[in-house]
Every structure is written in structure tokens, then in C-alpha cells.
T-cell receptor, first 114, second 109 residues
Framework: EAGVTQSPTHLIKTRGQQATLRCSPI?????VYWYQQALGLGLQFLLW???????NRGNFPPRFSGRQFPNYSSELNVNALELEDSALYLC?????????????FGSGTRLTVV | GEDVEQSLFLSVREGDSSVINCTYT??????LYWYKQEPGAGLQLLTY?????DMKQDQRLTVLLNKKDKHLSLRIADTQTGDSAIYFC?????????FGAGTTVTVRA
């Protein structure tokens, strides 16, 4: 069974540009979660999508947005990039409301803003 | 992860036991987790415990839960060099996982 896959692995953008990160969940998982792991700040919850809808959002500005497609894959968009957006962005999935076994994480996209 | 607190660093000699501690704040958390992150990788679920349990053992891993004090610990027996990583404690709250800042475990020969 394929795990959670994220693309690209690395992304370098210039301040002010937009970045698009992609995530494919484990087959059968309907929930996708996005986390930001900035140096020294641990994992910060960004967004949760389930069945195509945004269910919860962390304390991030509106320039962080995303969507979930009918096949349950997801995109995270970051507009007007700032230097402090440089981080590892992790995507995770779970089988909908059945979360007792936690989430399965992808390997992440390393975003560098210069 | 401001609701989950962990010590940041732990150094342990190879073969000894490691104990990583965590405190959480949401008393309604039903499930608590330990994840491991190796350099350059995503997070790997190590183990989890339900809030109605006090202890869970899984091979070299032992999880202890003190609900009264909202304290969770992970003990790794016979620590190996491959155990060097960042360990995250997490609680399920409001349908999302909230993580601690992570404990960096360094295993020395």
C-alpha cells in the first residue's frame, strides 16, 4: 500500500511569489491535514480537509489556503510568500472520523523562500 | 503545540533506557501518541495509548499515562544508535492532533 505522497520534495521561491504544494493520501483515507514545521517551532496545525470541505484551520493568515479534490488529494497554496514561510510542510491523512490510530504522515515538502 | 510540552533534549548512552516526558492540557483528550522523526524525514507513528489505559508496552517501548497529572512518558529500553531522532508527543483534541515541540534524543556510544 502506497503511503502519503507529497510533491515536490523541495521548492525554492522568491519572496512575494506563490507556492503550491501537493499531497496524495493513503487510498481510502478521506481526511487530509497540513502542518508547518518551522525551525525551532515544532509542528503547527495549518488545515484539515475532509470529504472535500475545510473542517478546521489553525492560526495562520488567509494567504495560506488549500483545497481537497474529489479523489481526496489536496493542495496547499501559500500566497505572497514571506521569508518566515520557509519550513517543512507535512501532509498527513486518516480514514475520516476514524482517527484513533493517529495520522499517517508524508515525508514533507521543504519550502525555502529567498 | 503550545498545549503540549516536552523537554527539548535528551542524551543517553547506548544500551541504557531513555525516558521522554510530556505534559498535555486537554483533559478530554481520548488518545495520546508518540511519533518519531528521523533527519530529513516525515513523522512515523511509534505507539499510542487510550486515555482509559495506564500503561502500554510494545517491544522496547513502554508508554505510561498519568491522567490526573496529564503526564505521558515514553520509555525506550536498550537504546540503540538508530533511536537517535526527534520524538513528538501528541494529543487528539478538537479532531486534530496537537504536537509538542519535540525531544531530540542523542544516543552516544
Amino acid at each position: 500500500e502506497a503511503g502519503v505522497t507529497q510533491s515536490p520534495t523541495h521548492l525554492i521561491k522568491t519572496r512575494g511569489q506563490q507556492a503550491t504544494l501537493r499531497c496524495s493520501p493513503i487510498s481510502g483515507h478521506t481526511s487530509v491535514y497540513w502542518y508547518q514545521q518551522a525551525l525551532g517551532l515544532g509542528l503547527q496545525f495549518l488545515l484539515w480537509y475532509d470529504e472535500g470541505e475545510e473542517r478546521n484551520r489553525g492560526n495562520f493568515p488567509p494567504r495560506f489556503s488549500g483545497r481537497q479534490f474529489p479523489n481526496y488529494s489536496s493542495e496547499l497554496n501559500v500566497n505572497a510568500l514571506e521569508l518566515e514561510d520557509s519550513a517543512l510542510y507535512l501532509c498527513a491523512s486518516s480514514p475520516g472520523v476514524v482517527r484513533i490510530y493517529g495520522y499517517t504522515f508524508g515525508s514533507g515538502t521543504r519550502l525555502t523562500v529567498v | 503545540g503550545e498545549d503540549v510540552e516536552q523537554s527539548l533534549f535528551l542524551s543517553v548512552r547506548e544500551g541504557d533506557s531513555s525516558v521522554i516526558n510530556c505534559t498535555y492540557t486537554d483533559s478530554s483528550s481520548t488518545y495520546l501518541y508518540w511519533y518519531k522523526q528521523e533527519p530529513g524525514a516525515g513523522l512515523q507513528l511509534l505507539t499510542y495509548i487510550f486515555s482509559n489505559m495506564d500503561m502500554k508496552q510494545d517491544q522496547r517501548l513502554t508508554v505510561l499515562l498519568n491522567k490526573k497529572d496529564k503526564h505521558l512518558s515514553l520509555r525506550i529500553a536498550d537504546t540503540q544508535t538508530g533511536d537517535s531522532a526527534i520524538y513528538f508527543c501528541a494529543e487528539m483534541s478538537d479532531y486534530k492532533l496537537s504536537f509538542g515541540a519535540g525531544t531530540t534524543v542523542t544516543v552516544r556510544a
